[in-house]
């Protein structure tokens, strides 16, 4: 069964893209094009229930930023079953604060590749 971008959440991740948070379009503006190593990352990419806010399928890997509201109990745990359903789905899920991006773009972007490079060993 291909779970990739079902057609049920094509306006949701459409909307999401339309109103990205200013951190998400501060990390787009590194991931995209092929900019960061010559990765393609999407944007918003649905796979099952759920929309990853950046994905790289060559290297399935899941790429999320996490704001204030990741602090809340209820969505730490819908966090939690999310990454058990995309590491189920053979899926890696690196997350990031917010504030790391904000603050460090450069650290953020440099543990993706660390991860890039491992898995390409």
Known sequence: MNY???????????????????MEKKLWKYLR??????????????????VMDFYCPSLRLCVELDGGIHENASVIE?????????????????????EEVEEDIEKVLNRIREYIKDECQ
């Not at 094509?10 to 948070?21: H, V």
């Not at 990352?41 to 649905?46: N, V």
């Not at 819908?78 to 917010?98: C, E, G, M, S, Y």
């Open 33 to 50: 094009n092929r900019q960061l190593d010559g990765y393609k990352f999407r944007q918003q990419h649905g796979y099952g229930p759920f």
């Open 78 to 98: 819908k966090d939690i079953d999310r990454t058990a359903f995309l590491n189920d789905n053979r899926i890696h899920v690196l997350r990031f604060r917010n």
């Open 4 to 22: 990739s971008n079902h057609p049920v959440t094509k306006e949701f991740r459409q909307l999401l893209r339309k109103t990205e948070t200013p």
